[in-house]
């Protein structure tokens, strides 16, 4: 008979979910995770639209808790691409054994904390006992419930997909995909007519494939994006055996990276004005030549200083107007926000792909889209006619995934009203009146703004530990302070203050979707942040609370 009360509960099979349950199965804890989909693998379960592919290089973007796993395991691109990527997944799931406790197909529906009651009269549905201590009661789509007595929520950054509502979008009689709910058998664009309505990391890495197989492409594009092209290639045997012999000292060496990853980037770079224009132009050209998002760190100060950020903004600039042929398209390509104050992109052929006959581009940003009828999108007076259309359109990011579920803390307290001014947590970890509920990459921590499979690997290991000391030190139930939390979400706020960071409307401040709070989300910084996840933890858990019963 399968437990219903259980020690630990977690919601998600990604890459968070799957190291969760592992650890938990480690330290000898009853654990169960749902998830949606119908595989483990979380967003990269999911987003299998063409041509999807990680922008972190494929040996450091991969799990290091285990040195066997990651000796064993052999990439075969620079940047892996989704099947690769979800083939690990997988094969991580089978070789630890995961696979027992992962309830796939099954959405959380509710999680609510029901505190400690001397009579049971909290109730418990586990099966043939009654829980008594401080219990999450959490409720899942297939109509059962359970208990736990923690909660942990791997329900990723970029999961909760945002479909804009568009009017007549349903009316569409053509095919209708999102590129983060991508039939897994694929889509067949042979003769088609087909518009894609969104210019982020996934249009820019799905138009060119689409426009390669299409009769005709439109691109409709709100905002011009940065992309840097990423120079993919075959790993060569002896560079994944260069890094394989040290996989350890390259790891430690990550954790000390402002993002956790770019060993191949070269040292750190100084400050743009203390180099000359020529060395600047250098400096730009061999890390546009070495490709992806290392391009960003070229010089320390390009999200700090706006006129340094200007020099490589219109570097790029250039670029692109050198690739595109026609100089209006070029232009409306051009990005005139800050670099990397939207998540810059990393391309195969994207600028290329508009020098294209069968390729069009069309600026939503001028005219917004107006409506799409049954036979097309209509922006500026004019129908677009398609077959087949392909939202781009991004994520509900960070917080969308955790607001889709009926989430309730303390007497009631739901997280939508908690949170109905932008996300409030200590650590991205923890927040007050949700007792043993934890969030792995929660609003708060580095989360997106570094590698995420270190930064989960980080929670988890940091959520394990704290389980094992309430457990050494009969500890029921461990909960944020309401001033630990305010003060660091005044923190997190500060130090994006001092970026340009939050100078446009990317989806790390909300502003992608209508509504949404504007506050700006990850923490900035890896390395900063884990030296305080460990200064709390030294002091005895400074910031929460820890309570016997
Ligand atoms: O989503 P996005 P994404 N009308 O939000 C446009 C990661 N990722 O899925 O910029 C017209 O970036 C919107 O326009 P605007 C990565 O972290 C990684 O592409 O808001 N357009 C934008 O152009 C990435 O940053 C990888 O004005 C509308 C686009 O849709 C994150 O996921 C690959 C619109 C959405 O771009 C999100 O990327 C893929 C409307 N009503 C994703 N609404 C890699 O590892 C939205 N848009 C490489």
């Given amino acids: 008979m399968t437990k219903r009360d259980l020690d630990v509960i977690v919601v998600?099979?990604?890459?968070?979910?799957?190291?969760?349950?592992?650890?938990?199965?480690?330290?000898?804890?009853?654990?169960?995770?749902?998830?949606?989909?119908?595989?483990?693998g979380g967003t990269w379960f999911w987003n299998r639209y063409p041509g999807a592919r990680c922008d972190v290089e494929s040996m450091e973007y991969s799990y290091g808790f285990s040195e066997e796993l990651q000796q064993d395991w052999e990439w075969t691109e620079r940047y892996a691409p989704q099947p690769e990527i979800l083939r690990y997944i997988n094969h991580v799931a089978d070789r630890f054994d995961l696979r027992d406790d992962i309830q796939l197909e099954t959405k959380v529906v509710s999680a609510h904390f029901i505190e400690a009651t001397d009579s049971g009269a909290g109730g418990s549905s586990n099966e043939g006992s009654v829980a008594t201590s401080a219990r999450w009661h959490v409720v899942t789509d297939d109509g059962k419930s359970w208990t736990a007595r923690f909660c942990v929520m791997a329900t990723g950054c970029l999961s909760s997909t945002n479909t804009p509502d568009i009017p007549g979008l349903d009316s569409f009689a053509g095919e209708l995909h999102h590129t983060s709910r991508w039939p897994r058998e694929g889509v067949d664009f042979t003769g088609k007519r087909v518009g894609v309505i969104g210019t982020g990391s996934s249009g820019?890495?799905?138009i060119p494939i689409i426009a390669r197989e299409a009769a005709h492409l439109t691109v409709f594009q709100r905002?011009?994006?940065?992309?840097?092209?990423?120079?993919?290639?075959?790993?060569?045997?002896?560079?994944?055996?260069?890094?394989?012999?040290?996989?350890q000292s390259i790891r430690a060496e990550n954790r000390q990276r402002a993002a956790a990853f770019g060993i191949n980037w070269g040292p750190a770079g100084g400050l743009t004005f203390d180099s000359t224009p020529e060395e600047r132009a250098d400096a730009f050209e061999s890390r546009w030549r070495l490709g992806g998002l290392g391009f960003i760190s070229v010089f320390a100060d390009l999200l700090l200083d706006k006129r340094a950020n200007d020099e490589a903004a219109e570097f790029v600039r250039g670029k692109i107007r050198a690739v595109v042929d026609d100089p209006e398209v070029a232009a409306l390509l051009s990005p005139?926000?800050?670099?990397?104050?939207?998540?810059?992109?990393?391309?195969?052929?994207?600028?290329?792909?508009?020098?294209?006959?069968?390729?069009?581009?069309?600026?939503?940003g001028r005219d917004p889209v107006e409506c799409v009828t049954p036979t097309g999108v209509v922006t500026g007076g004019r129908e677009f006619a398609l077959d087949c259309l392909v939202m781009a359109t991004g994520f509900d990011a960070m917080t969308g995934?955790?607001?889709?579920?009926?989430?309730?803390?303390?007497?009631?307290?739901?997280?939508?009203?908690k949170w109905s001014a932008g996300p409030i947590t200590y650590l991205g970890l923890g927040m007050s009146g949700f007792p043993n509920f934890f969030t792995i990459t929660g609003p708060g921590s580095p989360s997106v703004l570094a590698n995420m499979v270190t930064a989960i690997e980080q929670h988890v290991d940091w959520i394990t530990d704290c389980l094992e000391f309430m457990r050494t030190e009969?500890?029921?139930?461990?909960?944020?302070?309401?001033?630990?939390?305010?003060?660091?979400?005044?923190?997190?706020?500060?130090?994006?203050d001092e970026t340009l960071y939050p100078t446009c409307n990317s989806w790390y401040l909300g502003a992608n979707v209508p509504g949404k709070p504007r506050v700006f989300m990850p923490h900035i910084g890896f390395p900063p942040y884990v030296e305080k996840c460990d200064e709390v933890v030294a002091a005895g858990y400074e910031g929460f609370s820890l309570s016997k019963d």
């Fill in 336 to 364: 005139d926000h800050v670099l990397g104050c939207k998540r810059v992109c990393s391309d195969t052929g994207y600028f290329e792909a508009f020098n294209r006959e069968n390729v069009e581009l069309v600026d939503v």
């Fill in 12 to 40: 998600g099979a990604g890459f968070a979910g799957i190291y969760m349950v592992h650890r938990m199965r480690q330290a000898g804890r009853s654990v169960r995770a749902f998830e949606a989909g119908s595989g483990v």
């Fill in 223 to 247: 905002t011009p994006n940065f992309s840097i092209p990423a120079h993919n290639v075959p790993l060569a045997a002896d560079v994944q055996a260069e890094v394989k012999k040290n996989y």
């Fill in 204 to 206: 820019v890495q799905c």
């Fill in 401 to 417: 995934a955790l607001h889709a579920i009926d989430i309730r803390g303390r007497g009631g307290q739901t997280l939508k009203d």
């Fill in 474 to 496: 009969g500890h029921a139930t461990i909960e944020a302070t309401t001033r630990a939390e305010t003060e660091w979400v005044e923190h997190v706020n500060a130090v994006a």
